[in-house]
């Protein structure tokens, strides 16, 4: 059977595609290659190569503004023009294709004033205050203006706002008055994540970033998966910020504030603090947070587990449902713990809910988890406790203020803090995180797992899930099956990925499982057919092909995260984002993953004894419906 | 009102006809040695533009004619289509032959929606007289020509913004390269080419390549059709062979008393009466037809704000030269105009506009500074009154 899904046409206007020449596959055919001269140095491209990639082959800058590795050409900003011989007019570099011999100049008189008129230009459209922003510091548009030796503002500066700040979302605040319109967040919106929130309307001067109609954005589709923020150049957009309501609960001695860590940011929090891509900072983190003065520190590996336990049984009771009792039951099924992905679909597949796992997110258990199970058990009263979610993520601040998300009779998650917005408290106190000492996790949440640390890289939730169905069901460990447990087929990169798992023999149906089957025999000799999607763009071509009953609509179960490389590559994760940065970072999550003893869900202590202290039922119980599980909203396309 | 005299000269079908005893390569280097030149502004070879697309490989090509007319001061393009549309469709039929194309696609300008039922009974009586459709004149060539209404921007006009506007999107230019000869309407080879620039081919076609040479200069051949307004006795639309200077062009409309032509519309130059024994040519001054004249009474800095808010208004807003500078040159303007604009500052808009030419993304913001620029350099005691002394 072919996987192959048919390439979906980028949406983004060709004007922003830069009606690209493709880069010779085949260097070494016969015209393969084309000579180029950059400042007087020869060198050899592919053909259809970018002058700018070209240049930096050889060490040469072009600086940029509108141009992001992860993105298609725009050619908007013109910041990086460069002479090219012959020609009257200057050229784009990044927009460029070199497909004959030319000769490039980077730095001639025409280039430099050009360069420094257009940085002037942006400042004179530009209402904000380094010192009193967000990207003070990280910011493409003040790094250009110290490059060009910016001292005073030749056309003016705007001494007043000229738009309103976008306050309406739960998830993402937008600035105008700080846009510099490189239209970057347009290409992610519509050819990342294929949703198509804000596009620029209105012509010339009055050309703006808007939503549809120019509409509040909490009120039009967005998926709040933050990765228009992630690709900003400027200040110009940001996540909701809840720090200043974090510190008042953590300076508030009547409230316990705890906090749960989730995978991604500690594999990426280091960048902030100067570290290179791929740092691990988990226990340092873990002190960190202490010295903020968290009073608890979980690991949200805990509830990642936990997750596997309720959505892998909700998945067998459904093949179950299918198999053994011959109902309908809604195939595939899709997981259900990015809260970007599952707001997509209600928005725009929402006849699909019924496909959804019925489990809440890893962060939300957790939250309904603390303010009972744990409540209970230190004796605290749940209304004095403040929950805390270090995400990756700004849609998991949409997440935790959904109105359902109340089932412990509170607010389950009061407050989702992205990495960079933790990296600022750190960075408040004082603390230089990666030189900290390391600690461990709190009890009784402590156990750091292998299987909930991959949930941060796309396929982990699929590999996590496959670790434990396989053990349960089969009956045999994992690495009988796969080298050291690493299930490689459903890792890496690749927009969409397809595996199949025969289940040739079954074992016997553990303890915690056997009040719901009586025997594994109904899926002897059948095929687990599975997938995993991350981006929501490639979650729409699965979606579509689902939708025409191609193969993907055979899986049994498919992993979909909103974000780009999974949760690694979420929207509150560190700013500068790249294919490489992202790839350092999924670097650090599987080798942590490797070097911890308990990688199984299942196998997690601390997830036995709640089901054994707490959840009496087991999974997908009684209580556990109350607490763990949860409904959807058809949303559609439909704007308030 | 002038029209093309040459037509009523022409034999109707004439160019089509010799054009389907012809190959390819025929009429291109017929086209070609006419020297045609683009008469929509840029003065692009138009036998070369067509070379290119015939040459490059594709499973369909298209053949585009640009009838957004959008250039302030431009109105040439909707005479031919009222008076001569089937030469132009001749023309288009002819350019399909060459390229290899079977679709062509009318551009027509938001504000001529009222020329659109004209244009469709004139394809529909080509349609009949086997013109268009299958098999035209008995021959295998199968083209036909449909009518694309834009929505009234003047950046549509042009050629990738037009395409872009073609395929539902925001009008807007492409970067470029690849051209639209090599990836145009819907990634396809494709042409784009003026009105009147089909309407010459089809009489090139007609009556030979050195006809057409008889007329105009070595670089610049044969005639072209103006739009003459502004402060001139006798405004409208004429015909006169390329090369002829403003000074007999004045003389002809009855403008001779003028301080001042604007020859290329807004985005072309000022040209002032000590330069009126220029040629109007693509060597000297290239022009897409429009000719605005300024009488002595004119205040040039009226009229370059009139220019520059359209401008302001016009640019597409994609990249920042173009989107800000303009507004910049317009606020300079304005203060010029009330007397605080500084020396230096002056001296640094005109730096911004030499780098709007060379840094903007399209013609539009490369062309936006001209009339700017020109009128500094050209009317400086009209403006030196108004600095600042001090300064
Ligand atoms: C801003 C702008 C507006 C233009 N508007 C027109 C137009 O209205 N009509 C036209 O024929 N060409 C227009 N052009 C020129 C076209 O881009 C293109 O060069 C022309 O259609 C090519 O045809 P030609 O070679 O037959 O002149 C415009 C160019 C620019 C930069
Ligand atoms: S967006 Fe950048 S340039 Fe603007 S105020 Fe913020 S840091 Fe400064
Ligand atoms: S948060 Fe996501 S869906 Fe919303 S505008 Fe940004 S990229 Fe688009
Ligand atoms: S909001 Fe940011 S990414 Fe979007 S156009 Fe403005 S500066 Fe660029
Ligand atoms: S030069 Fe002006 S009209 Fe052309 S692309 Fe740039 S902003 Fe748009
Ligand atoms: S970086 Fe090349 S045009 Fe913006």
Known sequence: MSTELPETPKRAPSSQQGQSVAVAENPSAIGGTVSISIDGQALKVPLGTTILDAARRIGITIPTLCHHPDLCVAGVCRICSVEVEGQRTLQAACAYPVTSPIKVLTHTRKVRMARRHIVDLLLSDHYGHCYACGRNNNCELQALAKEYGVDFFRFGHPEKPMHEIDLSSYSVVRDNNKCVLCRRCVRTCIDVQDVGTIEVLGRGRTSHVATFLDKPLGSVVCINCGQCINRCPTGALRANDPTDEVWEAIHDPKKHVVIQTAPSPRAAIGECFGQPAGTALTFELNTALRMCGFDQVFDTNFSADLTIMEEGTELLLRLKKALADGEPAAFPQFTSCSPGWVKYLEHFYPEYIPNLSTAKSPQQMFGAVIKTYYAQKQGIDPRDIVTVALMPCSAKKFECNRPEMDDSGYKDVDYGLTTRELAKMISETGIDLPRLAKSDFDAPFGTATGSGVIFGATGGVMEAALRTVIELVVGVKVEDLFEHADIKPVRGFEGVKYAELPIPKVGPVPALLAPLFPSWDFLKGAILKVAVAHGTANAKAVMEDIKRGGPFSQCHFIEFMGCPGGCLGGGGQPIPTSPEIRKARAGAIYAEDSAYAVRKSHENPDVLKIYDEFLTEGPCGHRSHKLLHTHYTERGRYIE | ?391
């Open chain 2, 1 to 391: 009102m002038s029209s093309l005299p040459t037509y009523t000269e022409q034999i109707p079908e004439a160019g089509l006809r010799a054009a389907m005893g012809m190959d390819r390569p025929g009429i291109i280097s017929a086209i070609g040695a006419s020297g045609l030149k683009g008469r929509g502004g840029a003065g692009f070879p138009t036998g070369v533009k067509w070379n290119f697309a015939a040459a490059a490989q594709a499973d369909q090509k298209f053949v585009i004619c640009n009838a957004d007319e959008g250039e302030p001061g431009t109105f040439k393009d909707r005479v031919i289509l009222q008076e001569h549309a089937d030469l132009v469709f001749e023309g288009m039929t002819i350019a399909g032959k060459a390229i290899g194309a079977h679709e062509g696609i009318l551009f027509l300008r938001g504000e001529y929606a009222y020329l659109r039922g004209h244009l469709e009974a004139a394809l529909a009586g080509r349609r009949d007289r086997n013109l268009l459709g299958r098999g035209i004149l008995g021959s295998n060539l199968d083209f036909d020509i449909r009518i694309f209404m834009g929505a009234g921007a003047y950046i549509c006009g042009e050629e990738t913004a037009l395409i872009e506007a073609l395929e539902g999107f925001r009008g807007e230019p492409r970067n470029r390269p690849p051209f639209p000869v090599n990836t145009g309407f819907m990634g396809r080879p494709s042409i784009v080419n003026n009105v009147e620039t089909l309407a010459w081919a089809a009489c090139i076609l007609g009556n030979g390549p050195e006809w057409f040479r008889s007329h105009g200069t070595e670089k610049s051949t044969g005639r072209k059709i103006f739009s003459v307004s502004g402060d001139c006795a006798r405004p409208g639309v004429y015909e006169f062979p390329m090369g002829l200077t403003v000074a007999e062009l004045l003389r002809e409309v009855g403008g001779e008393d003028a301080k001042a032509a604007q020859i290329g519309g807004a985005a072309g130059q000022c040209v002032p009466a000590k330069d009126f024994k220029r040629s109007i040519a693509f060597e000297d001054i290239p022009t897409g037809g429009s000719v605005i004249v300024l009488g002595p009474q004119r205040d040039m800095l009226d009229v370059l704000h009139n220019f520059l808010e359209f401008f302001v208004d016009e640019s597409c807003g994609q990249c920042a030269p173009c989107r800000l500078g303009t507004t910049k040159l317009l606020e300079g303007l304005d203060m010029l105009r009330k007397g605080t604009c500084s020396m230096a500052y002056l001296k640094e808009l005109c730096s911004l506009g030499e780098t709007m030419q060379v840094a903007s993304k399209c013609g539009l913001g490369q062309s936006s500074p001209n009339a700017f620029l020109s009128v500094v350099a050209n009317f400086r005691e009209e403006l030196m009154g108004r600095i600042p002394t001090h300064a």
